[in-house]
């Protein structure tokens, strides 16, 4: 396909992310994003539908011609988009970049990604599943495992779905908040308990079309909203690309023991897949254990990753999803890159939207700004959302890379912004 309509789904940072790194192909044509933000409506056209909305985005699609469906984030895969586009014989020739609803229970069910892992053999923390009517089985196995205590709501619970305890009486209390309690409905109808990870985290992404795969560059985010990674957690608050401890040795061993049998684990469950896989990973002295797998690309991960990846994202995509990873050609660039995530005050709890930014033209081609939470009216640029922009700055090392970025935030100003100061401290 040479000239491509292309629909974005989402409208965050990873997705203004996305969206630059498309932008940049000879093969676009055009760009949807549904309903992207601020950022995005300077690369191509927003619209205002719910990435859900699955009636209206098949309207978009018939009306605007589009030829490949990018899904940014998981609710439109774990809710089926593609099953819904491949059961409609007007958007049979439409290609979708993204997991069918099968997959997506790799994101979607904490158990049925571990029952996955298991069947093929891949490093992981030890665990048990535990449904409603098994509460006292439940507690029993917490003897088996010492603490702290790894609860995790088996569904999707908007990121809130995993206590990690110390106390024993309250992990009980949890298991019982969750089982009977009905504390995130459904999705804490079964739990995972499992053994606790000691180790550093990254994220590692890959590109499959379920037979073939690409590794794109690993990142490593920063979740708690406070310095030193306390506080609560949040979407994430800064990414870095490369990390300095995944190593060429290392590498290979997330590539041969968990990278080749997920490939596997796809073919052999019949899964369809067409998509990033975002596998969280423990460094656990040297050998990586899967902690969760994502059905999508990382956020604010993607804000370093793209600025890393050498060559065509959007053929890339295309390729994917027509079946072809084989023939897909990407470089890694030697940069670093470093992510500082800009907030709104009182984020992840309650904040106010509808600020006022201004931000100052930065001349360095080095730094992008990537839009997370903000939307653009008469009066200008203003926020709308807990994160709002991520600024993100390559150099030839980490520490120049993060210096950049930092001084760059100095350029942007909104109400009650927030930020965190020390991205890459651990490292
Ligand atoms: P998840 O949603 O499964 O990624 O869990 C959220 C966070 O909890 C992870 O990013 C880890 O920081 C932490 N976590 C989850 N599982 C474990 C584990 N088995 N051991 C240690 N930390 C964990
Ligand atoms: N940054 C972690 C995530 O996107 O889930």
Same mark, same amino acid.
């Given at each position: 396909?040479?000239?491509?309509?292309?629909?974005?789904?989402?409208?965050?940072?990873?997705?203004?992310?996305?969206?630059?790194?498309?932008?940049?192909?000879?093969?676009?044509?055009?760009?949807?994003?549904?309903?992207?933000?601020?950022?995005?409506?300077?690369?191509?056209?927003?619209?205002?539908?719910?990435?859900?909305?699955?009636?209206?985005? $098949?309207?978009?699609?018939?009306?605007?011609?589009?030829?490949?469906?990018?899904?940014?984030?998981?609710?439109?895969?774990?809710?089926?988009?593609?099953?819904?586009? /491949?059961?409609?014989?007007?958007?049979?020739?439409?290609?979708?970049?993204?997991?069918?609803?099968?997959?997506?229970?790799?994101?979607?069910?904490?158990?049925?990604?571990?029952?996955?892992?298991? $069947?093929?053999?891949?490093?992981?923390?030890?665990?048990?599943?535990?449904?409603?009517?098994?509460?006292?089985?439940?507690?029993?196995?917490?003897?088996?495992?010492?603490?702290?205590?790894?609860?995790?709501?088996?569904?999707?619970?908007?990121?809130?779905?995993?206590?990690?305890?110390?106390?024993?009486?309250?992990? /009980?209390?949890?298991?019982?908040?969750?089982?009977?309690?009905?504390?995130?409905?459904?999705?804490?109808?079964?739990?995972?308990? /499992?053994?606790?990870?000691?180790?550093?985290?990254?994220?590692?992404?890959?590109?499959?079309?379920?037979?073939?795969?690409?590794?794109?560059?690993?990142?490593?985010?920063?979740?708690?909203?406070?310095?030193?990674?306390?506080?609560?957690?949040?979407?994430?608050?800064?990414?870095?690309?490369?990390?300095?401890?995944?190593?060429?040795?290392?590498?290979?061993?997330?590539?041969?023991?968990?990278?080749?049998?997920?490939?596997?684990?796809?073919?052999?469950?019949?899964?369809?897949?067409?998509?990033?896989?975002?596998?969280?990973?423990?460094?656990?002295?040297?050998?990586?254990?899967?902690?969760?797998?994502?059905?999508?690309?990382?956020?604010?991960?993607?804000?370093?990753?793209?600025?890393?990846?050498?060559?065509?994202?959007?053929?890339?995509?295309?390729?994917?999803?027509?079946?072809?990873?084989?023939?897909?050609?990407?470089?890694?660039?030697?940069?670093?890159?470093?992510?500082?995530?800009?907030?709104?005050?009182?984020?992840? /709890?309650?904040?106010?939207?509808?600020?006022?930014?201004?931000?100052?033209?930065?001349?360095?081609?080095?730094?992008?700004?990537?839009?997370?939470?903000?939307?653009?009216?008469?009066?200008?640029?203003?926020?709308?959302?807990?994160?709002?922009?991520?600024?993100?700055?390559?150099?030839?090392?980490?520490?120049?890379?993060?210096?950049?970025?930092?001084?760059?935030?100095?350029?942007?100003?909104?109400?009650?912004?927030?930020?965190?100061?020390?991205?890459?401290?651990?490292?």
């Amino acid at each position: 396909m040479d000239r491509m309509r292309v629909l974005l789904l989402g409208g965050g940072g990873r997705e203004h992310a996305l969206a630059w790194k498309m932008s940049q192909s000879p093969k676009l044509d055009q760009l949807f994003i549904a309903p992207g933000n601020g950022g995005t409506s300077e690369l191509g056209t927003n619209v205002p539908i719910k990435e859900t909305d699955f009636e209206a985005i $098949k309207e978009l699609i018939l009306r605007e011609g589009i030829h490949l469906v990018v899904v940014g984030p998981e609710a439109p895969l774990v809710a089926g988009i593609r099953d819904f586009m /491949e059961a409609d014989e007007s958007l049979k020739d439409v290609k979708v970049l993204g997991s069918g609803k099968a997959g997506a229970e790799l994101e979607g069910s904490k158990a049925f990604a571990k029952r996955f892992m298991e $069947k093929v053999d891949i490093p992981t923390a030890r665990y048990a599943e535990f449904g409603a009517e098994e509460l006292d089985q439940a507690k029993a196995f917490l003897d088996e495992m010492k603490p702290p205590y790894v609860l995790k709501a088996d569904g999707l619970a908007a990121g809130k779905g995993v206590l990690i305890l110390e106390d024993r009486a309250e992990a /009980e209390s949890s298991l019982e908040d969750f089982l009977i309690k009905g504390k995130f409905g459904e999705a804490s109808e079964r739990v995972v308990i /499992e053994e606790y990870l000691h180790g550093i985290e990254l994220s590692v992404f890959v590109l499959t079309d379920g037979n073939n795969y690409v590794i794109l560059p690993e990142a490593k985010d920063y979740k708690r909203i406070g310095e030193g990674d306390t506080g609560l957690n949040t979407g994430g608050m800064g990414s870095i690309s490369p990390v300095p401890f995944a190593d060429a040795t290392f590498m290979q061993r997330v590539e041969d023991r968990i990278v080749k049998p997920t490939i596997q684990g796809l073919k052999n469950e019949a899964i369809p897949y067409n998509g990033f896989v975002f596998i969280g990973l423990m460094n656990v002295d040297g050998d990586p254990y899967v902690i969760e797998y994502n059905v999508r690309m990382g956020d604010p991960e993607t804000e370093t990753v793209m600025r890393r990846i050498d060559g065509d994202l959007l053929e890339a995509l295309w390729l994917t999803a027509d079946n072809k990873t084989a023939e897909v050609s990407l470089g890694v660039s030697d940069d670093h890159s470093a992510c500082v995530m800009l907030v709104s005050g009182g984020y992840p /709890e309650g904040y106010e939207k509808g600020k006022l930014m201004t931000i100052e033209s930065v001349e360095d081609e080095q730094v992008v700004m990537f839009h997370a939470g903000t939307k653009r009216d008469e009066e200008g640029l203003k926020t709308s959302g807990g994160r709002v922009l991520a600024i993100s700055a390559n150099a030839s090392n980490r520490e120049e890379a993060l210096n950049k970025a930092y001084s760059v935030v100095k350029k942007v100003d909104f109400e009650r912004m927030n930020y965190r100061s020390d991205i890459g401290f651990d490292l």
